[in-house]
């Protein structure tokens, strides 16, 4: 299994879980070689965990991390790569920040980046794989799921929204998570048999690190006052929810294996995304935006959504 984004909140607890009950190796990135040390002395040095250094804000650093772990399973050092787990997120304050590529910084980590990476490990995983993408009740927009403290997704052209430029933020966020859904749609769509991608909730968790760009006053909301509300639906904490995603992750979960096929799980339950989620015409759209500025599908890399390429059974 491969977990980005396992040195806080959801990823780390998932990361905790998976090192004490060592039935799969997984390779748990960091965005930084100091993160990396940083996780490693949380989780220790287990048999089954390897440490990757992957921003997803700097599409080279993907690319060695993509080196990496391909190094690693043609070495036969893992076993079989069945499973990813795309949780590597951020949140940010305003759209005026860029990767260093040049893309706003919200779409480029939260879209980009992770598109690159599983193109660039196409080739490399063996069936059945399942494909687990970190999502958000944000993307339904008004009051449900975000209480009102974020603001509805506002679609547009990709290429618009790749771009930086002044704007809201947080905003930016739950488009990303709307963004994520039209990725995991067009992607199980693309997908042949045996391969399955899902997009997890894991629900409001407040006192995470993911307001850590927010105002100070925003990050004390967030992590001492906010955490009584998780006696309220759609509110969990990491360690809860990250039982529920090492199920799906690791197809031990008793929800049907073909609902979950380009499905949306809520915490421990399948749910319809927003009707806003569905929209065949910018799934295409973004995903073949994002295959033609990674440069996924040239000769150089074509992963297996491209054409006449198919994954290793």
Excluded at 17 to 30: F, R
Aim: glycine share 10%; charged share 15%; aromatic share 8%.
């Amino acid at each position: 299994m491969l977990l980005t984004g396992a040195t806080s909140g959801l990823g780390l607890s998932m990361a905790h879980m998976l090192a004490a009950t060592p039935n799969w190796t997984v390779i748990a990135t960091a965005r930084s070689q100091a993160r990396a040390e940083q996780l490693r002395a949380l989780v220790g040095d287990p048999a089954n965990f390897h440490y990757v250094v992957c921003d997803q804000a700097d599409l080279e650093s993907v690319h060695d991390a993509g080196s990496r772990i391909k190094e690693l399973v043609a070495a036969q050092s893992i076993p079989p790569l069945r499973s990813l787990v795309l949780n590597a997120g951020i949140q940010t304050g305003s759209t005026d920040s860029a990767t260093v590529d040049g893309y706003e910084l919200t779409f480029g980590t939260n879209l980009v980046g992770p598109h690159l990476l599983v193109g660039l490990l196409s080739d490399a995983l063996t069936a059945p794989i399942r494909i687990t993408c970190i999502g958000s009740g944000t993307h339904y927009g008004k009051f449900r799921r975000s209480y009102g403290m974020v603001a509805a997704p506002r679609w547009e052209a990709p290429e618009v929204l790749a771009r930086p430029r002044a704007g809201d933020g947080i905003r930016a966020y739950s488009t990303s998570k709307l963004g994520t859904l039209y990725w995991v749609h067009e992607l199980a769509r693309r997908a042949p048999q045996r391969i399955d991608t899902i997009c997890y909730d894991p629900g409001m968790m407040p006192g995470t690190g993911l307001a850590r760009d927010r105002s100070a006053i925003e990050r004390f909301g967030w992590k001492y006052l906010l955490p009584a509300m998780r006696v309220v639906p759609g509110v969990s904490t990491p360690n809860r929810s990250a039982t529920h995603l090492s199920a799906i992750a690791t197809a031990n979960t008793p929800i049907p294996e073909a609902d979950l096929r380009g499905g949306y799980v809520e915490i421990d339950h399948l749910v319809p995304s927003s009707p806003n989620s569905y929209d065949p015409g910018r799934e295409y759209e973004l995903f073949e935006f994002l295959n033609t500025t990674t440069g996924l599908g040239s000769h150089q890399v074509a992963p297996w959504w491209s054409k006449g390429s198919q994954p290793i059974n």
